[in-house]
């Protein structure tokens, strides 16, 4: 394996850490929301009601062409311990997923290789890479010999928990969590397997207090790799963690998504990855019929968003506002008319997001008013209606294409049709839906709300 220390010194390390413009997000007291992946990824895992299964395509770049990959059809086609296995019936895995069946070879070879996988949220990741950590423990051996890292507690604590069922017939494996709120006794060296937690607290146990020697960490397990590398905080911290690992150990990095950047930062730290990529069935404006309606000024808008609620009988719709305030103004209004809707905003809580979308998911709430927090990744079955109240522009008021996308891909999921409407009130966002139209090539047709047999078109 490589040797990441050499490596990182490397300009080009500095030069890419330039370019993925780190801390981008840094400001946070706005009134604009931006999807935060990390806990994106918290609320589809918690929310997640089993393995996600959509049409994927599979990519895999590896380092020796002439060794093809196997996969695996078959979790007994692995050879695994006999408890681990049968921890993974425990769970209720009949065969692997996807991504198990392509990763888990090459996560379990001798020797060890590297990977740097991508797939979609809900795919199995984390059974595949929790599996790969579990294996590898040598339990002779009392001192942690797998570190695996997460962005947030909560996520953590997911993976722990994920690590403990699976785990859960092999007891002489000791797993740790290395998150606030635990205590060390920092006189005694930690003798648990498995470390799970978040870098800084890694760092304190490892380096600072020197708990463990990170030298004899075997395996080294980067969740959300892309939230990992592209937050400034998290990548420092990585970065010392990874600066002190054993050349020889195992580097396993996984993500939903990599942006190109955080992709080639990640090839260039890992030595001779494997390659794997299962990539999501693209958003689509196939099966979405696309609308937008006249109005005079707010007030307009609002007159068609309660037409546009009229005629929602069975679906359920989302109303994407530009602000935080907007979306405020917006449920308090529709509230005070008698209507029931739900607000997510970023000023949440995970906790209090993870209520309000068990509510609207069970259908307590028709509309779900909302800001780009929501506008990638989150799948709700009954969802027929975008609302675009504003439409999406950048910071220099042009079309946001790609958010557009994001934002009506909520609704047509899983083959259905769907419907996306954007509230127009001057020239300017007229022009941002027709470079929109534009952008995707695809028409925007004109819908009157107040007409009868217009908003028929729309009913569900
Ligand atoms: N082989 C399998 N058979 C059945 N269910 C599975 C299998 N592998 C994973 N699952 C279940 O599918 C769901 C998603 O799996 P997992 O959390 O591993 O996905 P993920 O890709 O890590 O998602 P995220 O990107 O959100 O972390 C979980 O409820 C998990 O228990």
């Not at 029931?340 to 906790?351: I, K, Q």
């Not at 007409?451 to 009913?459: H, M, N, Q, R, W």
């Amino acid at each position: 394996m490589g040797d990441w220390a050499k490596k990182a010194e490397d300009q080009e390390v500095s030069k890419l850490v330039d370019k993925l413009n780190l801390d981008s997000k840094s400001g946070e007291e706005t009134d604009f929301d931006v999807a935060d992946p990390a806990e994106t990824s918290l609320l589809i895992k918690i929310l997640g009601k089993g393995l996600v299964n959509t049409k994927l395509s599979l990519d895999i770049q590896q380092k020796n062409p002439n060794s093809p990959l196997h996969s695996v059809k078959t979790f007994e086609a692995l050879h695994l311990k006999a408890s681990l296995l049968k921890g993974i019936y425990a769970m209720g895995f009949n065969t692997p997923s996807k991504i198990q069946e392509t990763a888990l070879p090459t996560l379990l070879a001798d020797p060890p290789q590297n990977m740097i996988a991508q797939s979609q949220s809900g795919t199995g990741k984390t059974a595949a890479f929790v599996l790969a950590m579990l294996s590898r423990v040598n339990v002779a051996l009392n001192h942690p010999q797998v570190l695996c890292l997460s962005p947030t507690y909560e996520l953590a604590i997911q993976t722990g928990e994920v690590a403990a069922r699976m785990g859960q017939f092999c007891r002489e494996i000791k797993l740790r969590f290395a998150v606030r709120g635990e205590e060390v006794d920092r006189s005694k060296k930690i003798e648990e397997h498995i470390l799970i937690g978040t870098p800084g607290k890694l760092l304190d146990w490892g380096i600072k207090f020197r708990l463990f020697d990170m030298k004899k960490i075997t395996v080294f397990v980067l969740d959300e790799a892309d939230v990992m590398i592209a937050t400034q905080g998290h990548h420092d911290q990585c970065i010392r963690i990874h600066k002190m690992l054993n050349p020889h150990c195992q580097m396993l990095f996984f993500s939903a998504t990599y942006g190109k950047e955080v992709m080639d930062f990640a090839r260039l730290i890992v030595a001779d990855p494997t390659i794997i990529r299962l990539m999501r069935e693209e958003e689509s404006l196939e099966n979405i019929k696309q609308y937008y309606v006249k109005c005079k000024n707010e007030e307009g808008k609002y007159n068609a968003i309660q037409n546009i609620y009229g005629c929602i009988s069975v679906g359920q719709a989302i109303i994407f506002c530009h602000t935080r305030k907007t979306a405020a103004w917006l449920a308090a209004k529709m509230t005070s008319d008698g209507h029931s809707v739900a607000v997510l905003t970023g000023d949440l809580t995970v906790v209090q997001r993870l209520d309000v979308l068990d509510r609207f998911r069970s259908g307590l709430e028709k509309v779900l008013i909302t800001t780009n927090i929501l506008s990638r990744g989150i799948d709700i079955e009954q969802v027929t209606i975008v609302v675009n109240f504003d439409l999406p522009v950048d910071v220099d008021g042009k079309a946001d294409c790609e958010t557009y996308l994001h934002r009506i891909g909520r609704t047509g999921r899983f083959g259905k049709s769907g419907i996306a409407i954007n509230l127009i009130t001057d020239e300017k966002t007229m022009k941002v839906c027709s470079d929109i139209e534009k952008h995707f090539n695809k028409k925007i047709e004109v819908l009157n709300t107040d007409s009868a047999d217009d908003i028929e078109k729309i009913g569900t």
